[in-house]
């Protein structure tokens, strides 16, 4: 199939009366040609829809949190002792966690309640660990900052979601016994992912393949 040529297009709309000077042909034709080559890029801001009226701009989360905004949050929570689980009243995902939004803004519900309770940001990087091991919990004595293996790492002892990762995660030996820590715990990169290996079987490995080698040329 040939493709349309912008500036048959842009004449034909001269012709019908829907382009009526020289720039405005000119403008379309460039920005067609532009978009077929891949060389322009639309960036649309976020939008919010009103009910009454078009899509507008989402506003951006205030800094601080108004107290009415806390009073609304607070309101969606099942308080109750101090070591109880506080469980989220309001919309859950799948998976049971809470959810908050503020300005059109979707936020977790139990890192909110940390932040609220703690009077600061979320700290950038680290994953949301619960003691409780209940995900609609929002209580802040049961939510603490930790990084993704730590919050892997507690799944698996608790016997909740132990795939691949996270048996692999929780492993404090080789398959030999040899400990992945200290000095003989080696950490190779693969674009995201994070492997850990063991510096005596990694060296043992070479010592067999450059004896196989040597065999190999004699």
């Given at each position: ?194 492997m850990r290996h063991c510096r ?12 196989r080698k040597k065999g190999a040329?004699?």
């Amino acid at each position: 199939m040939t493709a349309p040529n912008p500036a048959a297009i842009a004449a034909s709309l001269v012709e019908f009366g829907a382009v009526s000077t020289t720039e405005k042909l000119a403008k379309m034709a460039d920005f067609c040609q532009k978009r077929r080559a891949g060389t322009v890029r639309q960036h649309r801001p976020a939008l919010t829809t009103n009910r009454e009226g078009p899509a507008t701009m989402a506003k951006p989360i205030p800094t601080p949190i108004p107290e009415d905004v806390k009073a609304r949050f607070w309101a969606k929570v099942d308080v109750r002792g101090p070591d109880d689980c506080w469980e989220w009243q309001g919309s859950r995902t799948n998976k049971g966690y809470g959810g908050f939004s503020i300005n059109s803004h979707p936020l977790k519900a139990h890192r909110l309640a940390w932040q609220f309770a703690n009077n600061r940001d979320w700290p950038a990087g680290l994953e949301a660990c619960h003691s409780c091991d209940n995900p609609p919990c929002v209580n802040p004595n049961h939510i603490r900052p930790g990084t993704r293996r730590e919050n892997i790492r507690d799944r698996v002892e608790r016997g909740r979601n132990a795939g691949t990762a996270a048996v692999n995660a929780a492993k404090t030996h080789c398959l030999r016994g040899h400990p992945l820590s200290g000095d003989n715990l080696s950490i190779r990169t693969r674009g995201e992912t994070r492997m850990r290996h063991c510096r005596i079987c990694a060296a043992l490995h070479t010592r067999r393949w450059r004896a196989r080698k040597k065999g190999a040329a004699q």
